[in-house]
């Protein structure tokens, strides 16, 4: 892919800068990065600060907290072991081997009872959210399940996504910690905790340094700051939700932590953008060589596996834990046509320009993410600011991505 003239990337670079612009109620710092499938960075710029009320400038250097942008690269580890026979995205026996705590589950009726699964979860359920889990803060009954003790899915303990599910597994779609068990299938097929097995079979070979569940001093030392937006949209500080591999230091601390396939990585926008970049490229990297995944493994990932619920995205999500997130009436508008999940993200296309099919998702702390195979182009776009579903960091994002779009139809 040709390079974008100095036309684009100077409104891309005024568009990130200028949403940093208000101090107390913009966005205190973002980084943005788009590349194509060659692996060029197309785009890379940081504006802002570090965080409300910081002298420190954001930089390309600053890592980040990046949510459930983890999910994907969970969903890269257990189809690299799907491809090698050690995990079956259908094999209920041996999910529930490796994992007892899935044929044990429960599901949470609306009466707020207990009642027995009518069938076993698998793989391709949890990486299609339609095992039944859900998120207490995305799901009020599941919120007031278990008081007064309640779940806190950013704990780093098993216990708070030892959850019940809130529908039967295979009918409905539920976002939820379908994926930390996920996560844990990796890690107990293998013997690895899930982050040395990322390290040695996915960054690794990506040539990635700065993505870990345990960042290193020097990747603290550049860690953003988090924030919150008031209901009046000013800004203040925050504190990080997860917190445990940022305080833990002694080998048994590290082991007792929960390894979140679902919210647990730190990264530098950069090198997250590098996995983005091996799926345009089809599971190998276009920088290092390395394949990672097979074509056809990346065809499935993409493959929309729940067609027979097109309006899964409309089903609205309250603000069960209003400090976490924002309502959210719809996941992705898109004027209403048929949208799909893949193995661990949302397929759909947009107004911006976007393929019908691109694969997106998000973190917690508004981070958004897509990946255009078709067209052959990637993004991110990376804050730290709570509550989900920032306005001022969701414009940013559509401003990028119909930007790009405009200068690819251009070339």
Not at 145 to 174: A, C, M, R
Not at 207 to 212: A, E, F, W
Not at 280 to 296: D, F, M, V, W, Y
Not at 327 to 338: F, L, Q, S, T, V
Request: charge should be negative; hydrophobic fraction near 40%.
């Amino acid at each position: 892919m040709a390079p974008f003239s100095a036309t684009t990337i100077n409104t891309l670079k005024e568009a990130t800068e200028a949403s940093c612009a208000d101090s107390s109620k913009g966005i205190p710092g973002i980084t943005v990065v788009v590349v194509d499938k060659n692996g060029e960075e197309l785009f890379a710029h940081a504006a802002g600060k570090r965080g409300v009320g910081q002298s420190e400038s954001m930089t390309l250097e600053s890592i980040f907290w990046i949510a459930s942008c983890t999910k994907m690269i969970t969903g890269i580890a257990c189809m690299q072991l799907v491809e090698k026979g050690v995990l079956g995205l259908d094999d209920v026996e041996g999910a529930e081997k490796l994992c007892p705590e899935l044929r044990n589950v429960k599901v949470l009726s609306g009466d707020g009872k207990l009642v027995e699964k009518k069938r076993g979860i698998t793989l391709r359920m949890l990486l299609s959210h339609t095992a039944g889990f859900g998120y207490a803060f995305f799901n009020e009954k599941l919120r007031d399940y278990n008081k007064p003790i309640g779940y806190d899915e950013f704990s780093g303990h098993i216990f708070d996504i030892t959850q019940p599910l809130v529908h039967q597994p295979g009918e409905g779609w539920q976002y939820g910690v379908s994926i930390d068990w996920a996560g844990l299938l990796v890690s107990r097929a293998t013997g690895l905790s899930l982050n040395d097995y990322m390290q040695k079979n996915i960054f690794t070979p990506l040539g990635l340094k700065n993505i870990t569940m345990f960042p290193s001093p020097d990747m603290k030392k550049n860690l953003a700051y988090m924030n919150f937006r008031n209901p009046d949209g000013t800004l203040a500080p925050f504190d990080y939700l997860w917190r445990r591999p940022l305080i833990v230091e002694t080998e048994a601390e590290i082991k007792e932590t929960l390894n979140s396939g679902g919210a647990g990585c730190f990264a530098k926008p950069q090198e997250y953008a590098q996995i983005l970049a091996t799926l345009l490229n089809n599971g190998t990297s276009p920088r290092t060589g390395a394949q990672i995944l097979e074509k056809e493994t990346v065809d499935e990932m993409f493959r929309n596996q729940i067609e027979t619920m097109p309006n899964f995205g409309r089903t609205p999500i309250p603000a069960a834990k209003p400090w976490l997130t924002n309502p959210i009436p719809e996941i992705y508008p898109n004027g209403g046509n048929p949208q799909g999940w893949g193995l661990t993200f949302m397929l759909t296309g947009g107004a911006t320009g976007r393929s019908e099919g691109t694969a997106t998702w998000a973190g917690l702390a508004n981070l958004w993410w897509w990946c255009d195979r078709e067209k052959g182009v990637a993004g991110i776009i990376c804050s730290q600011i709570l509550p989900f579903v920032d306005l001022p960091v969701l414009g940013l994002w559509g401003t990028i991505e119909s930007t790009v779009y405009a200068a690819l139809a251009q070339t």
